[in-house]
């Protein structure tokens, strides 16, 4: 709006009181003066010429307004332009006109489509062209040129069109603004975004953004190749709320998802700056394990947390086969016997894999067939009845799974029981025909003694370390077996040997380095008097010839074994007791001297006989005579006892075809062969043997 002539602008102090009383003149109430004079009117009407005639203080505040619109409009753009009917420009200002090569003079009677603006093709020229055409108004053209100092430039070009006061179209006008900083700024963004992007899809771990609500705003490929194998909890797309998933999570992983969707609420929130949470899930390939973390963002974007999710089942794994290992281990070290040790190994191994039980099958030698040992499953009805059936199986090597892993000594599996195994599907579980099964060899140097097989519904295909370890613990638990074999051999062994003992000798003694008793076992010798630290010649009232002592002290200082010891001792009541006595020096695993050991005998009743047949020599003999009766009773028992002791003595069990110590059959033998080249080099020999003779032919 254009003010009022220059003829109603006052300009001084004289015009402006003659201005002010025309316009008085104007006003016909008294009440519009007051208005006027308080300043609360902007404009009258002429009657006369029917003009608006701006007061003094209207006219200066609408030339403040239109220099504070002027200054607020070169503040939002750039250039002022206006363009013809044939949209050629005839009017072009600006503050920095030569800055962009858009001078007035350059772009006066041109175009825009013929100005050098690189970045626009043909067919985009021909939809600005049609927009004109349609006389609609175009907003945020934007054009990039090259500028008079060679730089790229980008301008944003707004405009609309004008039509006259007959409506007709008479060209555009508009303004254009600088926008190469913003560019360069978007740029910058753009591929600081790009190369976060290209980071964030290159993480193998699965990426999610979330809203302050918890709405997904953007994923990683990672994320979406989760998804597919995953359960609910990461089953989240964009634009889902990912806490609702986790608040509707179900089965087992309800409280999985409740502690995650409330570790999400507090980062969110602010009250933690990280969480972290490791949980199993189920899958299509089977059970997995995922690490999720989630990190809060601070900015005035929309993001504020980012759900992190990988994948670690390999990792778990490999923690979960590395403590089954230690697990075995350490049940084997705990059992005391093979039944405890193979109840427990199975044990374990279907706890740490979640199957549901397992088998061991041993290899008989001499029949060479699999028999069913040991088992262990869970208490479930199903499973105890697999395990009651499977205790009468019997496999052949190369029969069923069990046999061609004897026969192989590699481990085998099946998936399930649909999957062809390449054995009929009764061979290894005749009542579960779509159970899964793993089996392996249970060795002992090299040596194939036994197989372990396992049965599940499903059974995860083994991978290299799973197949590492199972080989370990077949080799531990064979090697328990096959030491616990010997154990048990060398216990039956010994009891055989003691009871061998027991049959040739009434006690049994040992000593330490010098010389003196440490233990008497299973006897009451010397009259059951306490001769613990004591030496053999410190026992009480013992009866030795003074030149005996010194040649047996010195057998013992050389480290000599001894046999066929005697002695006596006087007992209370003056009776003598006899005793013989057996040696030999024990050293420990250093190979240092620790003492003797050895059994002893009591002699007295043989002794007794000696003598009563020493004392009868040259006498009557009467078959008839009582006394001699008795005498030659003493004397068959003397006789059996030496026999006995030479037994004792001379023979050693051997080893039979089937590898137990044989104390019956070849001892028998021995037993004839030593009575028939017995040497009765001694006097109470001959008379035993004059006795024996005696009583062959009286009977």
Request: proline share 4%; charged share 25%; hydrophobic share 40%.
């Amino acid at each position: 709006m254009q003010p009022a002539p220059s003829s109603l602008t006052p300009s001084g102090t004289t015009a402006e009181r003659g201005f002010k009383k025309a316009i008085l003149r104007l006003v016909k109430g008294g009440p519009e003066r007051l208005a006027i004079e308080a300043g609360q009117i902007d404009a009258i009407i002429d009657p006369t010429s029917g003009h608006a005639i701006l007061l003094p203080d209207a006219q200066r505040a609408l030339i403040e307004r239109k220099v504070g619109f002027r200054s607020l409009i070169g503040l939002a753009f750039d250039w002022y332009w206006e363009q013809d009917e044939r949209y050629c420009f005839v009017s072009h200002q600006g503050a920095t006109d030569e800055a962009i090569g858009f001078t007035e003079e350059g772009v006066i009677g041109k175009a825009l489509w013929d100005l050098s603006i690189d970045n626009l093709s043909e067919t985009d020229w021909q939809t600005h062209r049609q927009q004109l055409e349609w006389r609609v108004i175009f907003r945020d053209l934007e054009v990039r040129c090259v500028d008079r100092a060679g730089e790229m430039r980008y301008v944003s070009i707004s405009g609309e069109p004008i039509f006259d006061a007959q409506n007709q179209f008479k060209g555009y006008r508009g303004i254009t603004r600088d926008i190469t900083a913003r560019k360069h700024s978007e740029a910058v963004v753009r591929e600081s975004n790009r190369y976060a992007r290209t980071i964030l899809d290159g993480l193998g771990a699965a990426i999610a953004v979330l809203d302050q609500a918890g709405v997904v705003l953007s994923v990683n490929p990672a994320w979406h190749v989760l998804a597919i194998t995953h359960s609910s909890i990461a089953d989240v797309a964009c634009g889902s709320n990912y806490l609702t998933g986790c608040d509707n999570a179900g089965g087992d992983e309800h409280e999985d998802g409740m502690a995650i969707a409330a570790g999400i609420r507090q980062v969110i929130a602010g009250e933690r700056s990280l969480f972290r949470y490791d949980y199993a899930a189920d899958s299509p390939a089977g059970r997995l394990w995922i690490a999720l973390s989630i990190a809060g963002t601070a900015g005035n974007n929309a993001a504020r947390a980012i759900v992190s999710c990988e994948d670690i089942t390999e990792r778990k794994r490999g923690e979960l086969l590395l403590d089954l290992e230690r697990t075995v281990l350490r049940c084997l070290t705990d059992a005391d016997t093979a039944t405890v040790a193979l109840k427990s190994v199975i044990r374990a191994v279907c706890e740490s894999q979640g199957w549901t039980c397992g088998r061991y099958f041993s290899l008989d030698q001499s029949a060479g067939v699999l028999r069913f040992s040991e088992s262990w499953g869970i208490p479930v009805a199903a499973v105890e009845q697999f395990i009651e059936k499977s205790r009468g199986l019997v496999f052949r090597p190369g029969a069923g799974l069990a046999g061609r892993v004897c026969q192989s000594g590699q481990p085998l599996w099946v998936i399930d029981g649909t999957r062809d195994a390449g054995v009929a599907p009764t061979a290894l579980a005749p009542e579960t025909g779509d159970e899964g099964a793993f089996v392996f060899p249970v060795t002992s140097e090299d040596t194939i003694i036994g197989v372990l097989a396992f049965s599940n519904p499903i059974i995860r295909e083994p991978d290299d370390r799973t197949l590492q370890v199972v080989r370990s613990i077949g080799s531990h638990l064979g090697r328990f077996l096959r030491r616990q074999e010997a154990v048990d051999s060398l216990r039956r062994s010994e009891s055989r040997f003691r009871a061998l003992t027991d049959l040739t000798s009434d006690w049994y003694w040992e000593q330490n380095r010098d010389c003196r008793f440490t233990q008497i076992a299973d006897g009451n010798p010397f009259g059951g008097a306490d001769i613990l630290g004591m030496t053999h010649w410190d026992l009480p009232g013992v009866v030795l010839a003074d030149a005996t002592w010194p040649e047996h002290k010195s057998n013992l200082a050389a480290r000599w074994s001894f046999h066929d010891f005697e002695f006596a001792t006087v007992q209370a009541d003056g009776q003598c007791s006899y005793y013989s006595i057996c040696g030999e020096p024990v050293y420990d695993e250093s190979g240092i001297f620790s003492g003797y050991r050895g059994t002893g005998l009591d002699i007295t009743r043989r002794k007794c006989a000696e003598i009563a047949l020493r004392e009868s020599e040259g006498a009557e003999v009467n078959p008839d005579d009582p006394a001699f009766a008795a005498a030659v009773r003493v004397a068959r028992r003397a006789l059996a006892e030496r026999i006995a002791d030479r037994v004792r003595k001379e023979y050693r069990p051997v080893n039979n075809d089937d590898g137990q110590p044989d104390l019956n059959g070849q001892a028998s033998a021995k037993f004839g062969e030593l009575l028939r080249a017995l040497e009765f080099d001694r006097a109470t020999d001959l008379r035993i043997a004059a006795a024996i003779e005696l009583i062959g032919k009286t009977k």
